[in-house]
């Protein structure tokens, strides 16, 4: 690390030109290849699968999006002359666009159903030619322009649908530079230096717009979800200000140090860089543990947010190094860089709130420990009622014409229309067609069932399909229970001495199909990982009880941030005036995707906090003196660092996207909570009720463990890295002899 730090410094404007060729020659080829992103939830081998197979093969004509024109009247009533005249012209010009295969409407005779009870909603049905993925945003404009282009007195229009949504337009990069600029400004009062505060975000920004283009590539070449890039670039702008604002504050104490530029950048990258590159590799490690689960789904979600961490930690040991080199001692505040001239080098000295917060817990570790388990506890529990499910356009913000639409098709047909289920067959002979002609009467008579259509059977006779609306909205339980009702109760005796075998296939199935799959392999997922840290953690520090804890503490980051999220996205607690729309279920990838991204995140914290308790107690075998001391000299750079990705992840809220506003509250959460409870208040004082069987390790498993360290101590690698020059070998000497001048007393010497 040493000597790529070195060359970095010495080639400094090649290694920045590189990564601004790298950032110009990625982008532009995303921005001439475009994207290729694909909600894809699928999985092969459910029934919901093999219903979407049977229906395509035997109903081509039904394979491309469905999409719905809603139309509504404040008074009078949709049969009325002119609005009937009004809304045929319309769907006939909509019929006439490019990309649409067929427009069924309520007054050709085909859209039966189609006007509601009250006669004042109405609403036909358009069909793509493609899926919504692969539609232009164009082509989906022209549909919304031609309908809007109907509204007028008295009658309103919304629309509805996958190809609908590619028109709405999120928050932009609001979110984006809403999060920089809190990063910027918490920088700047933690470093008083312009210059330092800005390396940082210079750094995250390069790297993260590299990932950003690189995950639009990489689009092309595998299944790809819309929200990954985001998803990235949220994750991408947390950990790489928060690593490159580690790498800075070892610099800043190098410089006061007396340590030459060169010098201190060598060193920060040669010890807190490694243990940056050490954290990077868990997160990606984390990330890419998703590929277990086999669902190609998350497989490109995985791929994309490792991307996105592999560079931002390239660039905080390559391109970071460069542009310190480039602002020399400007990394220093003014005031500072006089004291280092009139005073000469000092030691830096945790002062301040923090040794006495740290003093503070080894007075009070048991009521300090209580208070922060039973904080921990409430949080956690809306996670008890958490309901995994995939929201839907009435999740949405109420201004959006997708919500609206959805709204009024549940006010006039009842909210099952908005998701209807989907039986599908194979057809072999008279009594499988005979027993489908009486399916749509018991279906119609069974619990929780609004309406059933007769069966539809493709041009040879050997496929067949019904449609079954549900009473409840798709992503309500009551719906996904008659889901299950039908498959294990009500279809088993329909098929009953026939050769049918029915398929329930639909939103909701197919959701519930992903949710149970994710569910059924999360326990293998999260034991793989956690078991990972543990390991790593053993290595590191030697002990049985570090990672024991740090595994405890993952747990209770996870389980508190998913109570925030339950309480406001299931429950709704403040959903609609954040602009995040009604209460609904959590996606069903989220517990995969967070556990992943907090298991790296925390591994971080935990790697900087008890590195510097460890490295105290090999020198002075007192726990609560390792614990005093590394509590109160890493507090700061923690809680800065926490406060910078809490205000990134945030600022995502305002992206307009509910699943990123998702993962924003949710990283923000954990974040918060494993900084200011677990890892300042909850873990210290659970080190000084232990102890020393903090670092008990038995023998036998002593002599055996391979011994690697993440942080060496600067002083191991200074002599033989730094003194290249005699002016290098006397900055040395100064610091030496700094070191070992008499002290003042410090957090050291506090009594518990």
Same mark, same amino acid.
């Given at each position: ?223 790809? !979800? ?17 690593? !490159? ?56 979600? !995985?791929?994309?947010?490792? %991307? ?127 027993? %489908? ?84 392999? %999360? ?118 660092? !926490? ?35 677990? #890892? ?5 004082? %659970? ?15 002593? #002599? ?49």
């Amino acid at each position: 690390m040493a000597a790529l730090a070195r060359w970095c410094v010495r080639h400094r404007l090649i290694a920045v030109l590189l990564w601004l060729l790298a950032l110009g020659g990625v982008g532009a080829g995303a921005l001439v290849a475009g994207t290729a992103y694909s909600n894809d939830y699928r999985v092969p081998g459910t029934e919901s699968e093999r219903a979407a197979e049977l229906l395509k093969d035997g109903f081509p004509a039904l394979g491309g999006d469905s999409d719905t024109v809603v139309w509504h009247t404040g008074g009078g009533s949709v049969r009325a002359a002119d609005v009937e005249q009004t809304m045929t012209r319309t769907l006939d010009r909509i019929g006439d666009l490019p990309g649409v295969a067929s427009v069924t409407g309520p007054y050709d005779g085909q859209g039966a159903g189609q006007i509601s009870e009250d006669g004042r909603t109405a609403y036909a049905t358009v069909t793509f030619d493609d899926q919504a993925d692969d539609i232009g945003t164009a082509e989906a404009q022209a549909v919304v322009d031609t309908a809007k282009a109907a509204e007028g007195d008295g009658l309103q229009v919304e629309l509805g649908g996958g190809a609908v949504a590619l028109t709405e337009s999120s928050g932009g990069h609001l979110a984006e530079v809403v999060g920089v600029v809190v990063a910027a400004v918490v920088l700047f009062l933690a470093f008083g230096s312009l210059a330092a505060s800005l390396l940082p975000i210079a750094t995250a920004l390069v790297s993260v717009g590299t990932a950003y283009a690189g995950i639009v590539l990489l689009g092309h070449l595998m299944t790809v !979800a819309d929200f990954a890039p985001m998803l990235g670039m949220l994750i991408g702008l947390g950990v790489g200000i928060d690593y !490159a604002l580690f790498i800075v504050t070892r610099h800043r104490r190098g410089l006061k140090r007396g340590l030459g530029v060169t010098e201190a950048v060598t060193a920060a990258v040669a010890t807190t860089g490694r243990a940056v590159v050490f954290a990077g590799a868990t997160v990606c490690i984390a990330l890419l543990g998703m590929l277990i689960l086999r669902l190609g789904f998350l497989d490109g979600v !995985a791929i994309a947010a490792s %991307l996105t961490v592999v560079l931002t930690v390239a660039a905080s040991v390559t391109l970071l190094p460069a542009l310190l080199s480039l602002i020399g001692m400007r990394a220093l505040s003014r005031r500072e860089r006089r004291r280092l001239a009139e005073h000469g080098p000092e030691p830096e000295l945790p002062t301040g709130f923090a040794a006495r917060w740290s003093a503070f817990v080894e007075r009070h570790p048991r009521k300090l420990g209580a208070l922060a388990l039973a904080a921990m506890t409430l949080l956690a529990l809306p996670t008890l009622s958490l309901h995994l499910g995939t929201s839907d356009q009435g999740n949405g913000p109420s201004t959006a014409t997708t919500r609206q639409a959805y709204d009024l098709l549940a006010d006039g047909f009842g909210p099952g229309v908005n998701g209807p289920l989907t039986l599908v067959t194979e057809v072999r002979g008279a009594e499988d067609r005979l027993a %489908l002609d009486n399916l749509d009467g018991t279906l119609r008579g069974t619990e929780g069932v609004a309406f059933a259509t007769p069966v539809t059977f493709d041009a040879g006779g050997d496929t067949a399909y019904l449609t079954v609306v549900p009473e409840t909205a798709p992503q309500s339980r009551e719906t996904s229970d008659l889901v299950d009702r039908l498959r294990t109760e009500v279809l088993p005796r329909a098929e009953a001495g026939t050769s049918l075998d029915l398929h329930v296939g639909g939103v909701t199935a197919g959701y519930d199909d992903f949710a149970d799959v994710i569910v059924g392999k %999360l326990p293998l997922f999260v034991g793989v990982v956690i078991g990972l840290g543990c390991v790593l953690l053993l290595l590191a520090f030697r002990s049985i009880g570090i990672p024991v804890k740090a595994a405890a503490m993952n747990v209770a980051a996870v389980a508190g941030a998913f109570g925030v999220v339950v309480a406001v996205f299931q429950w709704g607690w403040g959903s609609e005036p954040l602009g995040l729309g009604r209460a609904g279920p959590i996606e069903p990838f989220l517990p995969v995707i967070m556990v992943s991204v907090l298991f790296g995140l925390s591994m971080d914290y935990q790697v900087f906090l008890v590195s510097r308790m460890y490295e105290e107690w090999l020198e002075t075998g007192d726990n609560r003196r390792a614990v005093r001391v590394g509590l109160a000299e890493t507090s700061r750079v923690i809680n800065s660092a !926490a406060v910078i990705m809490i205000s990134v992840f945030l600022a995502f809220v305002l992206s307009g996207d509910r699943v990123i506003a998702m993962f924003g509250i949710a990283l923000a959460a954990a974040v918060a909570l494993d900084a200011f409870v677990l #890892r300042t208040l909850l873990v210290p004082a %659970l080190m000084h009720l232990l102890g020393g069987a903090n670092w008990w390790l038995p023998r036998w498993l002593d #002599r055996r463990l391979p011994r690697i360290s993440i942080e060496p101590p600067e002083h191991r690698s200074a002599p033989e890295n730094l003194a290249e020059a005699d002016a290098g070998r006397e900055r040395l000497t100064d610091v030496v002899d700094v070191l070992h001048k008499e002290r003042q007393p410090d957090v050291r010497d506090i009594p518990g």
